[in-house]
């Protein structure tokens, strides 16, 4: 029934499309409709967009906010932001954002919001699971994309358009982040999501932005404004808003094969190093003069294009880069590039002192409001406990992650608990597969009757129709709504074959390496395997994601996928990782050493693995050794009694903002290692700012921002110098100590 129900209302939208005149309401419901991806589609009924749509008209009326149709279409209108589960944020809330905003201005209306959002939830890091606006109030945190996603919502919910905007990876560090732009006064203007500032177009991230290499944002629906397209699917485009940020240039790549003819069609990928590997940001063909372009910052990306049997790949380091398909699928070589970010040129804020202090003591008293309220999911947690006082219980709720137990329902936890039998398996009973929304599944999908991997797969491929093109996104739906639904992409079908195997009593996962599921559905049982090995002569010990990661190549396409090991969080040193099974294939193993500058020496090898033989191949790191030296001067003499002769580290962190709680993290991490230098560690509080300014002024920067990370010694020499938002802090001083 519920099938017949979407596809019967998937219906009324399209035969609404087509006949007479339509209300307001109907002609917004057919935009949403027209775009809205499967996992939507399939987990929310019309009633559910029919009444947020009618709540968005009724503000907009309200507020009186004189929108214009295209940005109200598709930044006012829809409810995702970006990979979030939908919830009910806007009809619970809109009300109450409307009624603090009411006479103010859209610009006063975006900061007052953001101060809002602020006493909902603060900054802390957690798992790539992407939190709703109303998961995220109820813990009372979230990371950067969690946050940006509560801030869009509620400027969104109040009729003021909104968007996430992502720097996918930063070129200077390892990982990425999110913020807000919110539309005032006829254009967009930026604000750090939960994090409110005295004016629009100021943020701690102004110094970090200006390093950037790409900021996308993906918007709603087919949209045409003025920014640089890097794609449109059934359901999005996503949009480079680079130039609004910084100067920009235009980089065009031209494929040539080897005798230096243009190449049509070929597939050029424009990738960021970051966390170990070529992180792909922006795709096209080329045209017929063997070219392609993206708008990007004044630093290096690295351009990878393939077509036929034949691949190259090459540095883009100015306006035109000349890339070579120089190897074939199946060549074993090895290959360095040094890339090099652009450099730091923090956007300027125009805020006075006396409004950065007032801001300041607002934050303080939003600090206050937002620890008073009741958080978190522990009378959930307790109350299923209390009724179920035994191991299972306990092993099924230590089965979750951290913020899984922040946000799970009860429900989830007694349908997962009902279908234990015996004892606890994580592999049979967590009700956890990727990071999907949590629903009940176990007691609907038992109930098919299904208690063997072939009558699964015989009936996952009738009864679940495979779509790969109405989830551009790659959004997770739950194993129900697969069910429901009866259509998913190849992901979350997988999901739901593995949540099928546990609900009928079986082991099952899906595969660590690739991420899918060990059964391919079309092909029977998985390719043939080979063994992996490295070797690797260092002291040290490289860890996957970190400093190196495994990317299998696919010659029909010429795409490249990067291989799971573990989870991301983990530390997966090289000799705990290899040597590693893989499907036979082509692979590269790419490797970096970040610098203190953010620079990058990375190396990648390129090679086969046969099915059932084995292959070793080389993870080089390459040395810095070169790049150590005197950055600027300090006075030492005021903490010569505390250091005495020699080389200390001097850290200055601020309280709760995101780049402190990063640099603490990192200092944190590193302790056995500044435990082995065994030299001192002043973590101060430069409660004047006194510190900041002399070593920001010794060693040339303008900024005076916290957290500033130093190296100095006693005869005043500043040797390494960190500001700001950096999460290679820990890698970086991991190669800057043993040199001295």
């Known amino acids: 029934m519920r099938k017949l129900f979407l596809l019967l209302m998937a219906a009324l939208a399209l035969f609404s499309c087509s006949s007479g005149p339509k209300s307001e309401a109907e002609a917004c419901l057919d935009f949403l409709y027209a775009n809205m991806p499967q996992p939507d589609l399939a987990a929310h009924p019309y009633a559910y967009w029919q009444a947020h749509v009618e709540k968005t008209l009724e503000v907009r009326d309200r507020m009186g906010w004189n929108i214009p149709e295209r940005e109200f279409r598709h930044f006012v209108l829809p409810l995702r932001v970006n990979n979030e589960p939908l919830d009910d944020f806007r009809t619970r809330y809109a009300d109450t954002l409307c009624a603090r905003v009411a006479?103010?201005?859209?610009?006063?209306?975006?900061?007052?919001?953001?101060?809002?959002?602020?006493?909902?939830?603060?900054?802390?890091?957690?798992?790539?699971?992407?939190?709703?606006?109303?998961?995220?109030?109820?813990?009372?945190?979230?990371?950067?994309?969690?946050?940006?996603?509560?801030?869009?919502?509620?400027?969104?919910?109040?009729?003021?358009?909104?968007?996430?905007?992502?720097?996918?990876?930063?070129?200077?560090?390892?990982?990425?982040?999110?913020?807000?732009?919110?539309?005032?006064?006829?254009?967009?203007?930026?604000?750090?999501?939960?994090?409110?500032?005295?004016?629009?177009?100021?943020?701690?991230?102004?110094?970090?932005?200006?390093?950037?290499?790409?900021?996308?944002?993906?918007?709603?629906?087919?949209?045409?404004?003025?920014?640089?397209?890097?794609?449109?699917?059934?359901?999005?485009?996503?949009?480079?808003?680079?130039?609004?940020?910084?100067?920009?240039?235009?980089?065009?790549?031209?494929?040539?094969?080897?005798?230096?003819?243009?190449?049509?069609?070929?597939?050029?990928?424009?990738?960021?190093?970051?966390y170990g590997e070529y992180y792909t940001v922006a795709s096209y063909q080329t045209d017929r003069q063997g070219r392609a372009a993206l708008d990007m910052g004044c630093g290096d990306m690295v351009a990878w294009a393939a077509k036929g049997d034949r691949f190259g790949l090459t540095v883009i380091d100015g306006e035109a880069v000349t890339l070579t398909l120089d190897h074939r699928f199946g060549d074993r070589f090895g290959l360095d590039l040094d890339i090099v970010?652009?450099?730091?040129?923090?956007?300027?804020?125009?805020?006075?002192?006396?409004?950065?202090?007032?801001?300041?003591?607002?934050?303080?008293?939003?600090?206050?409001?937002?620890?008073?309220?009741?958080?978190?999911?522990?009378?959930?947690?307790?109350?299923?406990?209390?009724?179920?006082?035994?191991?299972?219980a306990r092993a099924l709720v230590a089965s979750l992650s951290e913020k899984d137990r922040g946000d799970v329902t009860r429900d989830v936890l007694e349908d997962a608990y009902a279908h234990i039998d015996g004892t606890f398996d994580p592999l049979r009973d967590c009700p956890r597969v990727d990071t999907e929304p949590l629903k009940p599944y176990f007691a609907e999908l038992s109930a098919l009757g299904l208690r063997s991997r072939p009558e699964i797969v015989e009936w996952v491929e009738a009864n679940i129709v495979l779509d790969n093109e109405r989830n551009p996104q790659g959004l997770r739906m739950s194993p129900v709504d697969v069910l429901h639904g009866g259509r998913a992409d190849r992901k979350?079908?997988?999901?739901?074959?593995?949540?099928?195997?546990?609900?009928?009593?079986?082991?099952?996962?899906?595969?660590?390496?690739?991420?899918?599921?060990?059964?391919?559905?079309?092909?029977?049982?998985?390719?043939?395997?080979?063994?992996?090995?490295?070797?690797?002569?260092?002291?040290?010990?490289?860890?996957?994601?970190?400093?190196?990661?495994?990317?299998?190549?696919?010659?029909?396409?010429?795409?490249?996928?990067?291989?799971?090991?573990?989870?991301?969080?983990?530390?997966?040193?090289?000799?705990?990782?290899?040597?590693?099974?893989?499907?036979?294939?082509?692979?590269?193993?790419?490797?970096?050493?970040?610098?203190?500058?953010?620079?990058?020496?990375?190396?990648?090898e390129f090679f086969t693995v046969e099915a059932g033989a084995g292959v070793a191949v080389p993870l080089v790191m390459r040395s810095a050794e070169s790049r150590i030296s005197v950055l600027g001067t300090m006075d030492a003499d005021r903490f010569l009694s505390r250091t005495g002769r020699g080389y200390y580290l001097l850290a200055v962190l601020g309280e709760r903002d995101e780049p402190s709680v990063h640099a603490r993290r990192q200092l944190e991490a590193l302790a056995p290692e500044l435990a082995a230098w065994g030299r001192p560690v002043l973590i101060e509080k430069d409660e004047d700012g006194s510190i900041v300014e002399m070593l920001c002024r010794g060693c040339q920067r303008e900024s005076r921002q916290k957290p500033v990370v130093a190296i100095c010694d006693s005869f005043g020499r500043i040797v390494y110098f960190s500001q700001g938002y950096n999460t290679s802090l820990a890698e970086e001083l991991k190669q800057v100590i043993p040199k001295l």
């Open 492 to 604: 979350n079908r997988d999901i739901f074959y593995v949540a099928l195997c546990r609900a009928g009593g079986l082991e099952e996962e899906l595969n660590p390496l690739t991420g899918y599921a060990s059964m391919d559905y079309e092909e029977g049982p998985a390719v043939a395997t080979g063994v992996l090995d490295v070797n690797y002569a260092g002291a040290d010990a490289p860890e996957y994601y970190y400093q190196f990661t495994l990317s299998q190549i696919f010659p029909s396409t010429g795409a490249t996928r990067l291989c799971t090991v573990g989870e991301d969080s983990d530390h997966n040193p090289w000799n705990t990782v290899f040597p590693l099974s893989v499907e036979e294939g082509y692979y590269m193993l790419t490797s970096g050493k970040r610098l203190a500058d953010g620079s990058v020496l990375s190396h990648v």
């Open 341 to 392: 970010p652009p450099a730091e040129d923090p956007l300027p804020s125009g805020a006075t002192e006396a409004e950065i202090a007032r801001n300041a003591e607002r934050l303080r008293a939003e600090d206050a409001l937002r620890e008073a309220r009741p958080k978190g999911n522990a009378a959930v947690l307790d109350a299923f406990l209390a009724a179920h006082d035994d191991a299972n």
């Open 103 to 274: 006479g103010m201005t859209l610009a006063e209306a975006a900061l007052e919001i953001n101060h809002w959002c602020h006493e909902m939830a603060t900054y802390q890091p957690s798992d790539g699971r992407t939190s709703s606006p109303l998961q995220t109030i109820q813990r009372g945190v979230g990371r950067c994309g969690e946050e940006s996603v509560l801030a869009v919502a509620a400027l969104r919910a109040a009729g003021i358009p909104a968007r996430q905007v992502y720097t996918p990876r930063w070129a200077h560090t390892d990982d990425n982040h999110a913020w807000v732009e919110a539309w005032a006064d006829g254009q967009w203007h930026f604000i750090g999501a939960c994090e409110p500032e005295p004016r629009l177009d100021m943020a701690w991230f102004t110094g970090p932005v200006s390093r950037a290499l790409i900021l996308h944002t993906k918007v709603f629906g087919d949209y045409h404004g003025d920014e640089d397209v890097i794609q449109r699917t059934p359901c999005y485009t996503e949009i480079n808003v680079i130039r609004g940020y910084v100067p920009a240039r235009r980089s065009v790549v031209t494929v040539v094969d080897p005798a230096g003819k243009p190449v049509r069609d070929a597939r050029v990928e424009f990738k960021i190093y970051n």
